[in-house]
């Protein structure tokens, strides 16, 4: 499912869209009957499974700016069924809506995931404490590879922008952009 938004280049946080269809989908869902599913940040949807994490989702945003107006697409990726899941991805834990109970008809998913959409906090901070809300990475011992370095730490918050603030051992904070998470605990 993709969704297309427009927003105010100079004045709305571009980086925050995938951040709200991220509760968006986890608040449906919930509403839904499936509410284990927590977010692993920055942008897939989990459930755990004999305590190990497993996707069930991804979410990619893209924006092009053009003066004033940005136009943010968003697309979620969301396992309905495993069908043959399990033995394309043969390396990566996978899960499905189907493995947590009887999925949803997907237009009434859709639709419940396009009003938390429409109806969810527009407001940095007020999204940024939903989002903690269904984190399953604050709180955790993660390791961090950014491409150019690998280090691990505490996952101590998010930001208001959407990053991710990672506190090491001697007690120094580290502001993550981008990068591919590890959970260690």
Do not use: C
């Amino acid at each position: 499912m993709s969704v297309s938004l427009e927003a105010d280049a100079s004045t709305d946080m571009i980086s925050l869209y995938s951040m709200k269809l991220s509760v968006a989908a986890v608040k449906a869902l919930d509403y839904l009957g499936f509410p284990e599913i927590k977010i692993k940040w920055p942008n897939d949807l989990i459930v755990l499974h004999q305590g190990e994490s497993h996707k069930l989702a991804g979410i990619l945003a893209q924006s092009v700016i053009k003066g004033k107006i940005a136009i943010v697409v968003v697309g979620l990726g969301l396992n309905i069924s495993l069908s043959n899941l399990r033995n394309i991805l043969v390396n990566e834990r996978v899960s499905a809506l189907s493995e947590l109970g009887k999925p949803p008809n997907v237009v009434d998913l859709a639709e419940g995931i396009l009003k938390e959409l429409a109806v969810g906090d527009s407001d940095g901070e007020s999204l940024v404490a939903e989002y903690e809300k269904y984190s399953h990475t604050l709180g955790t011992f993660v390791g961090v590879d950014t491409g150019e370095e690998k280090f691990e730490g505490f996952a101590k918050r998010i930001t208001k922008t959407g990053s991710l603030i990672i506190q090491s051992d001697n007690g120094t904070s580290r502001e993550i952009w981008v990068g591919d998470l590890i959970h260690l605990q």
